[in-house]
């Protein structure tokens, strides 16, 4: 990925995460980094209900992954909803994020989610900073199911 790099220290992270009120989901033991992308990029974002979303990860990483379920460990992913049913991704669109857009670089770190149990995380996840889904609900297209990647 080319762009201008911006590494993040830890005491950075931790404040935007008490404003932003939201739980960790980056890896202090490996390096945040803010790209400001030189070029558009493409990544991939797995869904059920909400194609748009900040969260992605790279379209090269998509083979690490054997199966949803190793997705979801891998990533940390919260898939119960505020019912308290599962709603594990089961869509795929590609992201087209344009030259000019800062994501962010970090690993997923391990959570234990209500009801999921504990995750390890550990998979290299990007988040577009200063996410505007009604601006940016163009940059997402649908791609398919994701079981049919994983056969």
């Known amino acids: 990925m080319i762009g201008a790099r911006t590494i993040r220290t830890q005491t950075d992270i931790l404040g935007e995460i008490k404003q932003r009120n ?10 945040i980094e803010d790209i400001t ?10 869904y059920n209900q909400h194609k748009t979303g900040r969260w992605m990860i790279s379209i090269d990483d998509v083979s690490s992954f054997s199966s949803v379920d190793d997705f979801v460990r891998k990533t940390a992913l919260p898939v ?24 962010r670089k970090s690993v997923a ?14 998979a290299t996840q990007y988040e577009i900073l200063n996410f505007d889904w009604q601006k940016m609900e163009n940059w997402f297209k649908d791609i398919g199911d994701i079981i049919e990647f994983f056969k």
């Not at 992308?37 to 797995?46: C, E, G, M, P, T």
């Not at 049913?85 to 030259?99: A, D, T």
């Not at 770190?109 to 550990?122: I, K, M, V």
Request: net charge positive; proline share 9%; no cysteine.
């Open 22 to 31: 939201i739980t960790n989901p980056y890896s202090f033991a490996h390096t």
């Open 80 to 103: 119960i909803d505020d019912f308290g049913s599962v709603m594990k991704p089961n869509k795929m669109v590609l992201v087209k994020v344009p030259k000019g857009s800062v994501v």
């Open 37 to 46: 992308l030189s070029q558009d990029a493409y990544f991939v974002r797995a």
């Open 109 to 122: 770190r391990p959570q234990d989610w209500a009801g999921q149990g504990h995750l390890p995380g550990g």
